[in-house]
């Protein structure tokens, strides 16, 4: 255990409903990441926060994804609309201010039917 | 697109045998990570190694960097079967900030 948790850690949902996942990261860590993952691939980024200010978004965040860290704490990051293609694994880590070391949690998984 | 690339993209060995990894990137770094990853599971971190050092030992593993190449290897030495999971390099970019970009991964499957 990491101590970066995430929530569900299994979901299965119909093609166009909404989706939301919950990270807890290491609570002194002021840094966190999202990450998905296909299968045999490697974690894809899709975006970063440092306290609560979203520094960075990938393109394959569409406008249907929304990731909040509204207390520069826990962190949710919403799909809206779901599609087939976004079945994968959505991992979360997180970082502490002068380290090196990500800390990944066990991942959400998303199917989407 | 990734900036690391793992090559190869599986690797099958004995028990006891060495297993070697290799990771090619695009871009300066400040350093570049290996992190492990048993299936269906999140990422571990193993080792780091910063972009002026050359080499780096921690227990079994062995890692390598050569920035005028843009290249590092790990090596698992006397591998077990228990090391049989995929295998990602990492790298964070001067210019990206802490924004950390993985390969693709290497499996390696250690046959008992």
């Known amino acids: 255990d990491t101590g970066v948790s995430q929530d569900p850690r299994h979901k299965i949902t119909k093609r166009g409903q909404n989706v939301t996942f919950r990270c807890d990261p290491i609570s002194e860590h002021n840094r966190l990441y999202w990450y998905r993952q296909t299968l045999g691939q490697g974690p894809e980024f899709l975006t970063y926060?440092?306290?609560?200010?979203?520094?960075?978004k990938s393109r394959l965040l569409s406008d249907r994804f929304s990731a909040e860290r509204p207390k520069g704490s826990f962190s949710t990051l919403e799909i809206q609309r779901t599609e087939q293609g976004d079945s994968a694994m959505y991992l979360c880590?997180?970082?502490?201010?002068?380290?090196?070391?990500?800390?990944f949690g066990e991942g959400s998984w998303l199917t989407v039917v | 697109s990734q900036q690391g690339e793992e090559d190869p993209q599986a690797l099958s060995i004995q028990e006891g045998e060495n297993a070697t990894m290799n990771c090619s990137y695009k871009t300066s770094i400040n350093n570049l990570q290996w992190y492990r990853q048993n299936s269906g599971r999140g990422l571990v971190h193993l080792i780091l190694?910063?972009?002026?050092?050359r080499e780096k030992h921690s227990g079994r593993l062995r890692v390598t960097l050569d920035t005028s190449k843009k290249s590092s290897s790990l090596l698992i030495t006397a591998s077990r079967a228990a090391d049989t999971a995929s295998y990602f390099c990492a790298t964070d970019g001067w210019a990206g900030g802490f924004k950390t970009i993985f390969g693709a991964g290497t499996r390696l499957f250690v046959k008992a």
């Open positions: 190694i910063r972009s002026n050092e």
């Open positions: 880590a997180s970082r502490g201010q002068n380290g090196n070391t990500i800390y």
């Open positions: 926060f440092q306290n609560e200010a979203q520094l960075e």
